[in-house]
């Protein structure tokens, strides 16, 4: 099993940035086979989608509403993934899931972190 916990989200103004941080924790054997890891979100009334993930042969791969604006990095000595959030807008507005996916075992999501930018 891999533990994944948020932090990072608040509420911020139209124009200004957030990070989010996501630590993943389990055996090293576990966190070791950690295929790809990325974020989703869900705004209200609406489906959970991506937002970026690394599942591209190590490139990431970002929604195009978040392109030039948001960066994803990952630590792997901290088994950290973080989300840099710039220029953010009100219709970035949900709840940010992380995510680890590990092929013979299926997803892994964490609990989710609110982002609420006011215009």
């Known amino acids: 099993q891999v533990q994944l916990v948020e932090s990072g989200g608040g509420l911020v103004q139209a124009g200004g940035s957030l990070r989010l941080s996501c630590v993943a924790s389990?055996?090293?054997?576990?966190?070791?086979?950690?295929?790809?890891m990325g974020w989703y979100r869900q705004a209200p009334g609406k489906q959970r989608e991506l937002v970026a993930d690394?599942?591209?042969?190590?490139?990431?791969v970002y929604a195009e509403s978040v392109k030039g604006r948001f960066t994803m990095s990952r630590d792997n000595a901290k088994n950290t993934v973080y989300l840099q959030m710039n220029s953010l807008k009100p219709e970035d507005t949900a709840v940010y899931y992380c995510?680890?996916?590990?092929?013979?075992?299926?997803?892994?999501w964490g609990q989710g972190t609110q982002v609420t930018v006011s215009s």
């Open positions: 389990g055996s090293t054997v576990i966190i070791n086979s950690i295929n790809y």
């Open positions: 690394d599942s591209s042969g190590g490139s990431t």
């Open positions: 995510y680890a996916l590990i092929n013979v075992l299926g997803s892994f």
